[in-house]
């Protein structure tokens, strides 16, 4: 089903943006793992709108509230499920777009799928606000593999063509990233802020890319053909909405490269195969190798922008302008550099869930 992921933790996703709730699902977790309810909201408040310049200024606490599969702070083996109600929604700005869709957007695909009757208000099941349960998810996740020293980190790659520095592939620094403003270099950052300013004033967006790295990883992970690791991280990345592309590693650098550049050389260091560089980032054949895991997404710009735009009406079917109103991000870059963190920690985790008995950890 597409609101559904994962092979032995299912994780279902529900609701609309402007719905009385959103929420999600995780089922198949083992019972006595520890939660830290505390951690997790901190972790949720890196996504929540409404609290910085560069954001949209729809506000809302994004506070989960959980129905089942938690007790005295420990999963109960029960399936989890956990609400986010929506308070600060505004539904009449988007009345008008199941007629006259937004360019770039899934307006009109939506419309011709469910024959009119998808909910448009907030971008309904399309929008970026389902992310939050996704978050919920995630954050879970990554505080059980954080317990068993796996850690997972990202950062702003680039905004609007202005980068900031890459982690070390070979021994990436995760306390590096601030949560505030979550760049390495923050000469980048200050122009990437300046950046974001300019486009909301011109009633435009801009877009990005994250980079993402995973360390504590064990050889191992992961199954050819279609279960590697980059075909399981890359589906629930997808699902994040404007990602459009996803590369691991030197990506689509190694076009660029002789076998000879590209090979990672091994070496023995501390008792451990390692390779002297991480050109494949942490991943063989779909399998970890168990050097850090190294991937980056690319996010298009925020599709509702301010700029009066062409259009057509479906009923009518001639040309429209179209002016878009409602309260949208200038840029989803930084809110989503958590969302990256999450679906990561989700896809680490169900591929550990899914190892044989023989070569798995205890999680």
Known sequence: MSSTYGESLKLSIFGQSHGPAIGMTLDGIPAGLPVDTDKLQTFLNRRAPGQNDWSTPRKEEDRPEFLSGLLDGYTCGAPIAAVIYNKNTRS?????????????HADFTAQVKYDGYQDVAGGGHFSGRLTAPLCIA????????????????????????????????????????????????KNSGELMRHAIAQARSDGDSVGGSIECAIIGLPVGLGDPMFGGMEGRIAQIVYGIPAVKG???????????????????????????????????????????????????????????????????????????????????????????????????AIAIFDAILSQPPRTRRTY
Not at 156 to 174: E, N
Request: hydrophobic share 40%.
């Open 138 to 185: 995630g954050g879970l996740c990554k505080q059980w593999l954080e317990q068993h020293g796996i850690h997972i980190a990202a950062h702003i790659a680039s905004i609007a063509g202005i980068c900031d520095d890459a982690f070390d592939s070979i021994s990436p620094d995760l306390s590096s990233v601030p949560a505030d403003f979550p760049v390495i270099n």
């Open 246 to 344: 996803v590369e691991f590693g030197l990506g689509f650098g190694v076009a660029q490269c002789r076998g000879s550049e590209n090979n990672d050389d091994y070496a023995i260091r501390d008792g451990e195969v390692v390779t002297l560089t991480n050109n494949a980032g942490g991943i063989l054949g779909g399998i970890t190798n168990g050097m850090p895991l190294i991937f980056r997404a690319a996010l298009k710009p925020t599709p509702s922008i301010a700029k009066q735009q062409q259009s057509i009406s479906i009923e009518k079917m001639e040309q429209m302008p179209l002016v878009v109103k409602g309260r949208h991000d200038p840029c989803i870059v930084p809110r989503a550099v958590p969302v990256v963190e999450a679906a990561a």
């Open 92 to 104: 009449g700005d988007y009345s008008n777009l199941k007629d006259c869709p937004r360019p770039g």
